[in-house]
């Protein structure tokens, strides 16, 4: 039993004049009843038990051209005595009962009479639903409307509910399309397709169902096109695509036929955050060649169209992707091959320098002994003097080659950053380290060149002591006793 049959259960009418009116603030009935002196007072008082939650109730009765009786709930002795006294005096004159809630909660706003508040929200202006919406939306931006009549079917967006509880109308798309969409009130009316796209419809339409469908084709167009802008009813609208277009049209007017390709087309533009630029887009231009002057009309093909589009263009990039890809794999196998050209020239100065004095070795015993010099006159002084020359060169070798490789694996490095940063604009940075392995690649040629550096090294370093030993085992102007004299020499010195 709804609340309008309780208060006439209570309240017999005197005609079939009834004024309801339920609203976001609040619900109220009266009418002209025909038992005044003979209602049940006590069940009149219940009714103030009818209000919900934070919800407050008052009953009044107005008896001809006098002051109204009214009864805020509380103490009832007042009221009864009051109501007694009109009683005792009541003549003739007409007595209206009036019964109105105010409706104060912050988290939901019950419907006591669906009916009523069906015809409140038709004789609205959906700028006015709009703006009422707005203001009544709670802490977590939603709106709900709990149907106190038991009979009722709920339906819901994600945003705003009409049903018996106030449980949750699904996942929230939030989403900003102030990046891609110039919308003149965008403060005023923050809202999106989505906060109006019924995700549970009733079986049978309503005027409440009728009117979201229109609002949510606003919000897709204010959604897609360039620019947009509401004033005085009447939506303005432009789009640069393929060809340019733009108009007013009365909101009122908008075709409701339309909405179902218009939505789809707005959710797969915003259905991925990331690639909302290139889709809307890609959008605008295929919608382009399909609008009429002074008319939003497309037919359904045009979203099978903008899929099609998409695949094509995500081929061609695909295409694109995969060549740049190559280029930096191919820029990183050149970087490899250049780490091991450093390491190779590394290890031929090595063999340069070793070999010219093994050359040089071999030559003067060689020549020496096969004139039949003796073993002690071969490495003579000015042999042995020029040895150790060349032994020094090869020492100075040694640190330039080390120096040399210093500064090739900085320039390596600089290479391997600017092959890094030379493809930022075209693609993610994340892609860029996805790709590069996050240096991994590099950083196992630094290494495979720094352990070659360092094993040439020693085996440069080790070959010219064996060398040098040689020498003095050899040389008849230096030996090892002349080396042990020198040095004890100096540390007496």
Request: hydrophobic share 40%; charged share 25%.
């Amino acid at each position: 039993m709804n609340i309008r049959t309780k208060i006439q259960n209570v309240f017999l009418r005197k005609d079939e004049e009834v004024k309801i009116d339920d609203k976001f603030s609040s619900f109220k009935v009266s009418y002209m009843i025909s038992n005044f002196k003979s209602f049940d007072i006590a069940s009149a008082i219940s009714l103030m038990n009818e209000a919900k939650d934070e919800d407050h109730s008052i009953l009044s009765i107005k008896v001809g051209d006098s002051d109204a009786i009214p009864f805020r709930g509380g103490d009832s002795d007042e009221f009864k005595e009051n109501i007694g006294l009109a009683i005792k005096f009541h003549t003739n004159e007409d007595v209206v009962v009036s019964f109105e809630i105010k409706k104060n909660s912050e988290d939901r706003i019950y419907i006591y009479d669906f009916e009523s508040f069906i015809i409140f929200w038709e004789g609205r202006s959906t700028l006015d639903i709009l703006s009422l919406i707005k203001d009544n939306l709670n802490a977590s931006g939603n709106l709900n409307f709990i149907l106190t009549e038991s009979n009722l079917e709920p339906f819901y967006s994600q945003n705003i509910r009409f049903s018996g509880s106030s449980e949750d109308g699904g996942e929230k798309k939030n989403l900003s399309i102030s990046d891609n969409c110039h919308f003149g009130n965008l403060e005023e009316y923050p809202f999106n397709a989505y906060f109006f796209h019924l995700l549970k419809r009733p079986e049978s339409n309503n005027p409440i169902v009728d009117s979201f469908n229109q609002i949510s084709l606003l919000f897709c167009i204010i959604s897609i096109f360039d620019i947009t802008s509401i004033k005085d009813d009447f939506l303005y609208y432009k789009l640069n695509g393929y060809k340019s277009f733009e108009d007013n049209v009365k909101i009122s007017d908008l075709d409701v036929s339309l909405r179902p390709v218009y939505f789809k087309i707005f959710d797969w533009i915003y259905s991925e955050e990331s690639k909302v630029s290139d889709k809307i887009g890609l959008a605008r231009n295929i919608i382009s060649l399909s609008l009429k002057e002074e008319s939003l009309s497309i037919s359904d093909s045009v979203y099978l169209s903008i899929q099609s589009g998409y695949k094509a263009y995500l081929q061609e990039n695909i295409s694109k992707y995969i060549e740049i890809r190559n280029k930096i794999v191919d820029e990183l196998s050149w970087i490899s091959q250049k780490a091991g050209d450093i390491a190779a020239n590394y290890l031929s100065n090595y063999q340069k320098s070793i070999f010219t004095f093994l050359s040089f070795f071999i030559s003067v015993f060689l020549l020496r002994f096969l004139k039949g010099g003796e073993i002690e006159e071969v490495f003579n002084k000015e042999v042995t003097i020029f040895s150790l020359t060349f032994l020094t060169l090869s020492i100075i070798f040694l640190l330039f080659s080390r120096w040399n490789f210093g500064v090739e694996e900085e320039r390596l490095g600089r290479k391997y950053d600017n092959l890094k940063n030379r493809y930022t604009d075209l693609l993610d940075a994340n892609d860029i380290d996805r790709i590069l392995k996050d240096d991994s690649e590099f950083n196992y040629e630094l290494e495979y060149i720094k352990k070659r550096k360092r094993n040439y090294t020693i085996l440069w370093y080790v070959t010219i002591i064996v060398l040098f030993s040689t020498v003095l085992c050899v040389s008849s102007y230096l030996n090892w006793s002349g080396v042990y004299d020198c040095i004890s020499e100096f540390h007496c010195l």
